[in-house]
């Protein structure tokens, strides 16, 4: 039979290594569905490395599609640090992306160095808001958070479409449902000429190391930590968890906003209902593959993205299906929540012990 | 008045029991998973899965009873799949309950892709027709109400009726419930926790896969992308309002229904006045509001959550 032994300390480089082989294993296990669609396996991964990585501007696209992962893996990783189960990023980026067209689009006009201000702040101030709703129905009515944020997501969606098809349509958008576009001053710039990369990659990264140093460094960080640990311990030592859980339900509804931002000023230029392809359910895989850190949440947007990058330049070579990427996704999702157990435990094979009472009990 | 006249036609109440019965397959699945002590997230994909399997079995010709068997099956393969990682491997219940649904999900959709990559239109099957039951489908009302249904409806209620068997009137139910409530006790009358939980989460992850199939082989005829659209997540919310009882499960499903049909009537009346949006939020906005109301008298299942490890304690 095979015994758990907990684990007392984990070096570092074991708990970096694990979820790099178990994003690797998940790739490899690509190859089965890639060949019974037909694909030639090779062929399938050299597309995929060469549409990720290929070119300068391969790895352009690949930065611009890693950018809202950022946002909603460091929103998603907060949360789950504090065990507040936020699984509403989608929704959040939407009204953050709404906030920031509602500002943006000609409502104020002022130079850039305001604008940009601004709508950041408006679509932080939008997420933040809307995953307050949840908290507080958690912390005052004991209402499970999972499920009223995930219900949340499809209320926002309708909402956006309502919003784009009425007051906030664009009236020259040839009747489709799009906002007006975003005036040039409330534009992220992109970062080089003919790529889509652009400034919002600085900001995710900006985030990154903010929410890094608030983790490690600051009392929040600390109570943060304590209550996703221990609700009740954290309680007993005199963290008020109440206020922690609004604050981590504050911080990650507003990265997740940041997220709907950086798309709609940064790539988009305009908002439509189908920004996001579900970027904020692909924060919640982000974010367990780096662990819940800060810093790891980078790579692991950069790894996912290249996925996303890679299968989309794969499928249109090959043929196969691009729900591929989706599928290798959920499939690190997967494999990195076993490989967690390798962190926590120390798996042994032991031969069971023969005497007949253990036996009899055993499954 | 009008709204009365609504109330009292026999059509909104077909409507009503004809939305509600996805609905009942899943808050019944997730019922008893949650019983055991075993929060099933992975119900969204599993809808997924039912409805694409059901469909694709029929339309490869197992036949519509085969096609059910078939989704049933699909689903308790995820089913075990998130019993191995939950029970034996004590991962987290929430996230291993996403990334089912994400895998579900894109395993559906990519094989759907596969056997069909290019089709304008989805190939449709031939569906489960409305019963026509001699006497009882001509009474009045009752009879367009209820007796006219397909025979996947009469399936999920005598689902609700084999559940609530089960679970109070054999030992097996008693051994269930015990395991979502205190695991060692059932541990120490030598039956495995283990083989209870994962045998529940398959058996509760088959009937959500039936409430995917009825979307696919009962209200349409054909598989969408994006045709699940959150019934799932509605049912996680209304195991909740049912206080994890199968009677109050039908209940729930049927009251949400009512509310569902009801909201698409209105929809026709003043429909031009009010975006049609407002109205789709209506279920979503109901689930939580249903979750609020009875979040603070909720009786979890005391080991709901609780991965159970031998010997611990």
Same mark, same amino acid.
């Not at chain 1, 002022?110 to 950041?120: E, R």
């Given at each position: 039979?095979?015994?758990?032994?907990?684990?007392?300390?984990?070096s570092?480089?074991?708990?970096?290594?694990?979820?790099v082989?178990?994003?690797?294993?998940?790739?490899?296990?690509?190859?089965i569905?890639?060949a019974a669609?037909?694909?030639?396996v090779?062929a399938?991964?050299?597309?995929?490395f060469?549409?990720?990585?290929g070119s300068?501007f391969?790895?352009?696209?690949?930065?611009?599609?890693?950018?809202?992962?950022?946002?909603?893996?460091?929103?998603?990783?907060?949360?789950?640090r504090?065990?507040?189960?936020?699984i509403?990023?989608?929704?959040?980026?939407?009204?953050?992306?709404?906030?920031?067209?509602?500002?943006?689009?000609?409502a104020?006009s002022?130079?850039?160095?305001?604008?940009?201000?601004?709508?950041?702040l408006?679509?932080?101030?939008?997420?933040?808001t809307?995953?307050l709703?949840?908290?507080?129905?958690k912390?005052?009515?004991?209402?499970d958070?999972?499920v009223?944020?995930?219900?949340?997501?499809?209320?926002?969606?309708?909402?956006v479409q309502?919003m784009?098809?009425?007051?906030?349509?664009?009236?020259?958008g040839?009747?489709?449902?799009?906002?007006?576009?975003?005036?040039?001053?409330a534009?992220?710039?992109?970062?080089?000429?003919?790529?889509?990369i652009?400034w919002g990659l600085?900001i995710?990264?900006?985030?990154?190391?903010?929410?890094?140093?608030?983790?490690?460094r600051?009392?929040w960080?600390?109570?943060?930590?304590?209550t996703?640990?221990?609700?009740?311990?954290?309680?007993?030592?005199?963290?008020?968890?109440?206020?922690?859980?609004?604050k981590v339900?504050?911080?990650?509804g507003a990265?997740?906003?940041l997220?709907?931002?950086s798309?709609v000023?940064?790539?988009?230029?305009?908002?439509?209902?189908?920004?996001?392809?579900?970027?904020g359910?692909?924060?919640v895989?982000?974010?367990?593959?780096?662990g819940?850190?800060?810093?790891?949440?980078?790579?692991?947007?950069?790894?996912?993205?290249?996925?996303?990058?890679?299968?989309?330049?794969?499928?249109?070579?090959?043929?196969?299906?691009?729900?591929?990427?989706d599928?290798?996704?959920?499939?690190?999702l997967?494999?990195?929540?076993?490989?967690?157990?390798?962190?926590?435990f120390k798996i042994?094979?032991?031969?069971?012990?023969?005497?007949p009472?253990?036996?009899?009990?055993?499954a | 008045?009008?709204?009365?006249?609504?109330l009292?036609?026999?059509?909104?109440?077909?409507?009503a029991?004809?939305?509600?019965?996805?609905?009942?397959f899943?808050?019944?699945g997730?019922?008893?998973?949650?019983?055991?002590?075993?929060?099933?997230?992975g119900?969204?994909?599993?809808?997924?899965?039912?409805?694409?399997?059901?469909?694709m079995a029929?339309?490869?010709g197992a036949?519509?009873w085969?096609?059910i068997? *078939?989704? $049933?099956?699909?689903g308790?393969? @995820?089913g !075990?799949?998130? #019993?191995?990682?939950?029970?034996?491997?004590? /991962?987290?219940?929430?996230?291993?309950?996403?990334?089912?649904?994400?895998f579900?999900?894109?395993v559906?959709?990519?094989t759907?892709?596969?056997?069909?990559?290019k089709?304008?239109?989805?190939?449709?099957?031939?569906?489960?027709?409305?019963?026509?039951?001699?006497?009882?489908?001509?009474?009045?009302?009752?009879?367009?109400?209820?007796?006219q249904?397909?025979?996947?409806?009469?399936?999920?209620?005598?689902m609700?009726?084999?559940?609530?068997?089960?679970l109070y009137?054999?030992?097996?139910?008693l051994?269930?419930?015990?395991v979502?409530d205190?695991?060692?006790? *059932?541990? $120490?009358?030598g039956?495995?926790? @283990?083989a !209870?939980?994962? #045998?529940a989460?398959?058996?509760?992850?088959a /009937?959500m896969?039936?409430?995917?199939?009825?979307?696919?082989?009962?209200?349409?005829?054909?598989f969408?992308?994006?045709?699940?659209?959150?019934?799932?997540?509605i049912?996680?919310?209304?195991v909740?309002?049912?206080?994890?009882?199968?009677?109050?499960?039908?209940?729930?499903?049927?009251?949400?229904?009512?509310?569902?049909?009801?909201?698409?009537r209105?929809q026709?009346?003043?429909?031009?006045?009010?975006?049609s949006?407002?109205?789709?939020?209506?279920p979503?906005?109901?689930?939580?509001?249903?979750?609020v109301?009875v979040?603070r008298?909720?009786?979890y299942?005391?080991?709901?959550?609780?991965?159970y490890f031998?010997?611990?304690?």
């Open positions: 039979m095979i015994r758990f032994e907990p684990r007392s300390n984990v570092s480089l074991f708990a970096f290594a694990l979820p082989i178990a994003g690797i294993t998940a790739l490899v296990l690509a190859a569905p890639i669609a037909g694909g030639e090779f399938a991964y050299g597309h995929i060469k549409g990720a990585f300068k391969a790895f352009s696209e690949l930065l611009a599609r890693a950018t809202p992962l950022i946002f909603t893996g460091l929103a998603v990783s907060v949360a789950f504090a065990k507040l189960w936020n509403g990023a989608e929704g959040q980026l939407y009204v953050g992306a709404l906030a920031a067209v509602a500002v943006g689009t000609g104020i002022a130079p850039a160095y305001i604008m940009i201000p601004l709508i950041i408006a679509s932080m101030i939008a997420g933040g809307l995953m709703v949840p908290t507080l129905l912390t005052k009515l004991g209402a958070e999972v009223t944020t995930l219900l949340l997501n499809f209320v926002v969606l309708l909402f309502m784009l098809e009425g007051p906030m349509k664009d009236p020259m040839m009747g489709w449902p799009q906002s007006e576009p975003m005036t040039s001053a534009t992220l710039p992109k970062m080089f000429a003919r790529m889509r652009h600085v995710a990264l900006v985030s990154a190391l903010i929410i890094y140093i608030m983790m490690k600051s009392v960080g600390f109570e943060i930590r304590a996703g640990e221990n609700v009740s311990a954290a309680k007993h030592a005199g963290i008020p968890v109440t206020s922690t859980f609004i339900g504050l911080i990650s990265l997740a906003g997220a709907g931002v798309e000023a940064g790539l988009k230029g305009y908002l439509t209902a189908d920004i996001s392809p579900g970027f359910y692909t924060g895989v982000v974010a367990m593959l780096a819940l850190s800060p810093v790891g949440v980078v790579v692991a947007a950069i790894f996912i993205a290249a996925v996303f990058v890679g299968a989309d330049s794969m499928s249109r070579a090959m043929g196969v299906s691009s729900y591929i990427a599928l290798v996704v959920a499939m690190s997967i494999c990195v929540l076993i490989s967690n157990l390798f962190v926590r042994r094979f032991v031969r069971p012990k023969k005497t009472l253990v036996a009899k009990g055993e | 008045m009008e709204y009365i006249d609504i009292l036609s026999a059509n909104f109440w077909a409507a029991i004809r939305i509600a019965t996805p609905l009942i899943g808050v019944l997730a019922l008893v998973c949650e019983r055991a002590g075993v929060l099933n997230l119900i969204e994909g599993i809808f997924v899965v039912g409805a694409m399997c059901g469909w029929v339309w490869l036949g519509l085969g096609g068997l *078939v989704a $049933a099956l699909a308790a393969f @995820f !075990l799949l998130h #019993g191995i990682l939950t029970v034996p491997l004590g /991962l987290s219940q929430h996230v291993s309950g996403l990334g089912i649904t994400m579900a999900t894109s559906s959709y990519f759907y892709r596969t056997a069909l990559p089709v304008s239109s989805p190939p449709r099957i031939e569906a489960f027709q409305p019963l026509d039951i001699p006497v009882l489908s001509d009474l009045p009302f009752i009879g367009p109400a209820l007796f249904q397909t025979s996947m409806t009469f399936l999920a209620l005598a609700v009726l084999l559940v609530s068997y089960v009137r054999t030992p097996l139910g051994a269930i419930r015990a979502g205190n695991p060692s006790a *059932v541990e $120490a009358q039956l495995s926790v @283990f !209870l939980r994962i #045998g989460i398959m058996a509760g992850s /009937l896969a039936l409430g995917g199939a009825f979307l696919t082989m009962s209200a349409f005829d054909a969408f992308f994006g045709m699940i659209n959150g019934r799932g997540w049912c996680i919310a209304l909740v309002f049912a206080s994890w009882r199968p009677g109050k499960a039908l209940l729930g499903a049927l009251l949400f229904g009512a509310f569902d049909a009801f909201q698409i209105l026709n009346e003043v429909g031009a006045v009010i975006p949006q407002v109205f789709l939020m209506i979503y906005l109901l689930s939580i509001v249903a979750l109301l979040a008298k909720a009786d299942p005391r080991a709901l959550l609780q991965p031998r010997g611990q304690r």
